[in-house]
Structure formats: structure tokens, C-alpha cells
């Protein structure tokens, strides 16, 4: 599997952002996180998706902001990205898990980046106040 993460770039506090991952290889197979790392912070789930689309989850911080999809025909997972804040400043980056079944274990494990086999390079997304 192959991840290409991009749509970052510069916005107003309050504006808008549609992050893509391009996926290459059997991608239905596999969900699909979001990770986001600020200057100076480790690096931090902000959502994920079941393989099939199903299941969606959302970090705290991003809750009722961001939306996360997935077009399984195109081998394309989007993050919509709401009402941004300068605190979402950071490289985004897409991961997939090679666990079919992490998504099970819980929300104590659907965000620990160390469980992603496959990531893309990132794309920076900086949010002007």
C-alpha cells in the first residue's frame, strides 16, 4: 500500500481545508488514519475510518469539525476540515494499518501512530488567526 497525502496549505481562522489521500494497492482491505504532527509535539490521531466507511472516529479536538470519507472506487479517503484554528497548524499525513482488526481494540488503540504500517508523506496545513 501506498499513501500520498495532499490539499495543505494557508488559511483564516474559521476557513476551510480538504485534505486527500491518494491509495494505491488493495486499499479496501484496510482503514485508514489521519495524523497530525505540530512543530515541537508528538505526533497525534485525528480520525480514522473503518475500511469499508462505516465506522467513522474523530480525536476530541476535531470533533464536530472535521469529517472523514472515503471513496473506495477512486482510492481516495478525504479530510474535511471545518471552522480551523490555530491550533490545527501541522503536517497531516494518512496511515494505513497492516491489523485488519485494529479498529477493535478500541479507541485507546485506534490512534497509536506506532500501530500504522504504511504512511504517506505529509502535507502542512497552517492556520492564520
Known amino acids: 500500500v501506498q499513501l500520498q497525502a495532499s490539499g495543505g496549505g494557508l488559511v483564516q481562522a474559521g476557513g476551510s481545508l480538504r485534505l486527500s489521500c491518494a491509495a494505491s494497492?488493495?486499499?479496501?482491505?484496510?482503514?485508514i488514519g489521519w495524523f497530525r504532527q505540530a512543530p515541537g509535539k508528538e505526533r497525534e490521531g485525528v480520525s480514522c475510518?473503518?475500511?469499508?466507511?462505516?465506522?467513522?472516529y474523530y480525536a476530541d479536538s476535531v470533533k464536530g469539525r472535521f469529517t472523514i470519507s472515503r471513496d473506495n472506487a477512486k482510492n481516495m479517503i478525504y479530510l474535511q476540515m471545518n471552522s480551523l484554528k490555530p491550533e490545527d497548524t501541522a503536517v497531516y499525513y494518512c496511515a494505513a494499518p497492516e491489523d485488519p482488526f485494529l479498529l477493535d481494540y478500541g479507541l485507546g488503540h485506534i490512534f497509536k501512530s506506532e500501530l500504522y504500517d504504511y504512511w504517506g508523506q505529509g502535507t502542512l496545513v497552517t492556520v492564520s488567526s
Open positions: 494497492g488493495f486499499i479496501l482491505d484496510y482503514a
Open positions: 475510518i473503518s475500511s469499508s466507511g462505516g465506522s467513522t
